[in-house]
């Protein structure tokens, strides 16, 4: 159960577990449990990374029994009943075993509210309704006033209780539902005083979020596109990278900043369509230039209908997202369809100039040398398109003019941004294809410079960066897999996907100190909760 759920935090709601991670930092924890098992638990690039078994010799260790697994996730008692003769066992030193009960603590008050967090935990409750059963003594629980049948386990029915899971609930809105209202804390003071404060934060389920909000754009997506010929020469092409599985960023960024300055969401569903569309748009004609061949685990729109048919959809993509920024003057009015038209022209023309900067160089056969080169690159092509003009598009729908203010978001979804684009460059190298949903070594077979490409050449002998120069230069239909897997080594050798790994991280947690500072004027709401669980989702990210 806690592998399930740190693993399901990770993709639901990271900023718990970057918050968890902080306080764990370098130590290392032994889980023991009653019925034989042992986990061990540490931090790596604020990833929380649970193994099944005890490895090494932990700082902290924790010895718990039946009664002590009961009462672990009692979010009712505060920790002065936890603590059972001969049933919790405790050993380390003071100021980690602290730190380990703050991170708990945190894990456990803010993944409780997290629904599909309660319902995981019903389902493993479920699995063995004997050892989550009541404690020897307890009096049975009481039927839940919201009709809830009790359940033994006080956990679940104090959430129960509070508010309970209902199925057509579920997916109502694009922004909130998610996450039911916050549990009490543990140690409420009742019986001793807190001796730490946790900063009441809001949280909400990404996957799901994201999941809402894509589905909602692509409907507005499907309402825009003609009911008209040539359809199978153009509308119905228009309709398959749309319709691919992707992560579904740019709307949930647009809907969540809309909905964390107090505007409804639905305000920004053109604006979130209109990125899509641009998006789609710029990925045909990318596909074309580097001769992709997947994208998102299908044929690319030039491999599978040629590139004539392909550079035809792309501009048709364009040219309905132009449409879908002008359709808000019937919604927004004329000033707020204004700021729209401004903010996408800005980013289309940096997407272009980042374009060109990557195609130039790799047409005059340059790899730069440093990597301030390429997070300007990166911000121009895909910084500003994916993270910085989705949050200032949907701050726009909300009525937001003011440039200092839409200026906030720019350098912490600037840094978050160019983070982002690096891990997706080291998945390209190291991810699961099927999972990654493009070839693998497909930026080594194009020759993408990325950060470790820029790495390698930078640590790389004379004699081995001919040798990569010959490689890299040739012509993508004159490399081979065996070539790619070459360079890929040689990144090995270098340690170039460990330096990126690593610069990530640090560029998304300057990202996220930034978002922290520079939007504290956003109050805590279900948009901001939004906004920041994607500023954290790059730093617990799997690679």
Same mark, same amino acid.
């Given at each position: 159960?806690?592998?399930?759920?740190?693993?399901?935090?990770?993709?639901?709601?990271?900023?718990?577990?970057?918050?968890?991670?902080?306080?764990?930092?370098?130590?290392?924890?032994?889980?023991?449990?009653?019925?034989?098992?042992?986990? #061990?638990?540490?931090?790596?690039?604020?990833?929380?990374?649970?193994?099944?078994?005890?490895?090494?010799? &932990?700082?902290?260790?924790?010895?718990?029994?039946?009664?002590?697994?009961?009462?672990?996730?009692?979010?009712?008692? &505060?920790?002065?009943?936890?603590?059972? &003769?001969?049933?919790?066992?405790?050993?380390?030193?003071?100021?980690?075993?602290?730190?380990?009960?703050?991170?708990?603590?945190?894990?456990?008050?803010?993944?409780?509210?997290?629904?599909?967090?309660?319902?995981?935990?019903?389902?493993?409750? +479920?699995?063995?309704?004997?050892?989550?059963?009541?404690?020897?003594?307890?009096?049975?629980?009481?039927?839940?006033?919201?009709?809830?049948?009790?359940?033994?386990?006080?956990?679940?029915?104090?959430?129960?209780?509070?508010?309970?899971?209902?199925?057509?609930?579920?997916?109502?809105?694009?922004?909130?539902?998610?996450?039911?209202?916050?549990?009490?804390?543990?140690?409420?003071?009742?019986?001793?005083?807190?001796?730490?404060?946790?900063?009441?934060?809001?949280?909400?389920?990404?996957?799901?979020?994201?999941?809402? =909000?894509?589905?909602?754009?692509?409907?507005?997506?499907?309402?825009?596109?003609?009911?008209?010929? *040539?359809? &199978?020469?153009?509308?119905?092409?228009?309709?398959?990278? *749309?319709?691919?599985?992707? /992560?579904?960023?740019?709307?949930?960024?647009?809907?969540?900043?809309?909905?964390?300055?107090?505007? !409804?969401?639905?305000?920004?569903?053109?604006? %979130?369509?209109?990125?899509?569309?641009?998006?789609?748009?710029?990925?045909?004609?990318?596909?074309?230039?580097?001769?992709?061949?997947?994208?998102?685990?299908?044929? #690319?729109?030039?491999? +599978?209908?040629?590139?004539?048919?392909?550079?035809?959809?792309?501009?048709?993509?364009?040219?309905?997202?132009?449409?879908?920024?002008?359709?808000?003057?019937?919604?927004?009015?004329?000033?707020?369809?204004?700021?729209?038209?401004?903010?996408?022209?800005?980013? =289309?023309?940096?997407?272009?100039?980042?374009?060109?900067?990557?195609?130039?160089?790799?047409?005059?056969?340059?790899?730069?040398?440093?990597?301030?080169?390429?997070?300007?690159?990166?911000? !121009? !092509?895909?910084?500003?398109?994916?993270?910085?003009?989705?949050?200032?598009?949907?701050?726009?729908?909300?009525?937001?003019?003011?440039?200092?203010?839409?200026?906030?978001?720019?350098?912490?979804?600037?840094?978050?941004?160019?983070?982002?684009?690096?891990?997706?460059?080291?998945?390209?190298?190291?991810?699961?294809?099927?999972?990654?949903?493009?070839?693998?070594?497909?930026?080594?077979?194009?020759?993408?410079?990325?950060?470790?490409?820029?790495?390698?050449?930078?640590?790389?002998?004379?004699?081995?960066?001919?040798?990569?120069?010959?490689?890299?230069?040739?012509?993508?239909?004159? /490399?081979?897999?065996?070539?790619? +897997?070459?360079?890929? %080594?040689?990144?090995?050798?270098?340690?170039?996907?460990?330096?990126?790994?690593?610069?990530?991280?640090?560029?998304?947690?300057?990202?996220?100190?930034?978002? +922290?500072?520079?939007?504290?004027?956003?109050?805590?709401?279900?948009? /901001?909760?939004?906004?920041?669980?994607?500023?954290?989702?790059?730093?617990?990210?799997?690679?």
């Amino acid at each position: 159960m806690l592998a399930d759920t740190v693993t399901a935090l990770s993709q639901r709601a990271p900023a718990i577990v970057a918050a968890a991670a902080d306080h764990l930092r370098d130590i290392v924890l032994g889980l023991h449990f009653h019925d034989g098992s042992q986990a #061990t638990m540490s931090v790596r690039h604020s990833r929380l990374l649970v193994e099944q078994e005890l490895v090494g010799a &932990p700082d902290v260790e924790v010895v718990f029994d039946q009664r002590a697994m009961n009462l672990l996730f009692d979010a009712q008692r &505060p920790p002065v009943e936890q603590v059972l &003769p001969h049933s919790l066992d405790v050993r380390g030193r003071q100021e980690q075993v602290l730190a380990v009960w703050r991170a708990f603590t945190l894990l456990a008050q803010r993944s409780s509210g997290l629904r599909y967090v309660q319902q995981l935990w019903r389902e493993y409750r +479920e699995q063995a309704p004997r050892l989550w059963g009541r404690i020897a003594g307890d009096a049975a629980p009481a039927v839940s006033p919201h009709g809830a049948v009790p359940t033994g386990w006080r956990a679940t029915d104090f959430l129960a209780t509070r508010r309970p899971l209902e199925a057509d609930e579920a997916g109502a809105a694009t922004i909130g539902g998610t996450v039911d209202t916050t549990p009490r804390l543990l140690w409420d003071g009742r019986r001793s005083s807190s001796w730490w404060d946790v900063r009441p934060v809001g949280d909400a389920d990404l996957v799901d979020t994201m999941l809402a =909000c894509r589905a909602r754009t692509n409907r507005e997506i499907d309402d825009m596109l003609p009911d008209r010929e *040539p359809k &199978p020469d153009l509308y119905d092409l228009m309709k398959s990278y *749309p319709a691919r599985q992707g /992560k579904g960023l740019r709307p949930t960024l647009t809907f969540a900043t809309c909905a964390a300055f107090g505007a !409804k969401p639905e305000h920004a569903a053109r604006a %979130a369509a209109a990125l899509e569309l641009f998006h789609n748009g710029f990925l045909v004609h990318d596909d074309i230039a580097d001769e992709s061949t997947h994208r998102r685990g299908l044929p #690319t729109m030039n491999a +599978e209908f040629g590139n004539g048919l392909a550079v035809n959809v792309g501009d048709g993509l364009n040219l309905l997202a132009v449409d879908a920024v002008l359709a808000n003057l019937e919604t927004l009015g004329l000033a707020r369809t204004l700021g729209l038209i401004q903010e996408a022209m800005h980013m =289309c023309r940096e997407s272009i100039e980042g374009q060109a900067m990557e195609l130039g160089w790799i047409h005059r056969r340059v790899v730069p040398s440093r990597d301030e080169d390429y997070f300007t690159m990166s911000t !121009k !092509k895909t910084g500003w398109y994916t993270c910085i003009s989705p949050c200032r598009m949907g701050a726009v729908c909300a009525g937001v003019t003011d440039p200092a203010v839409l200026g906030r978001f720019d350098e912490a979804f600037r840094l978050i941004g160019i983070a982002f684009q690096i891990q997706d460059d080291i998945l390209n190298l190291v991810g699961d294809e099927a999972l990654y949903g493009k070839e693998a070594l497909g930026d080594l077979l194009e020759g993408k410079r990325t950060v470790m490409l820029i790495h390698l050449f930078r640590t790389a002998s004379a004699r081995e960066r001919e040798r990569l120069g010959q490689l890299l230069h040739r012509p993508r239909s004159a /490399k081979t897999q065996d070539e790619a +897997e070459e360079v890929l %080594a040689a990144m090995r050798r270098h340690g170039s996907i460990d330096y990126a790994i690593a610069l990530a991280d640090r560029l998304a947690a300057a990202g996220i100190t930034h978002f +922290e500072n520079d939007l504290d004027i956003i109050p805590e709401n279900e948009g /901001k909760a939004v906004l920041r669980q994607i500023a954290h989702y790059v730093t617990t990210r799997p690679l």
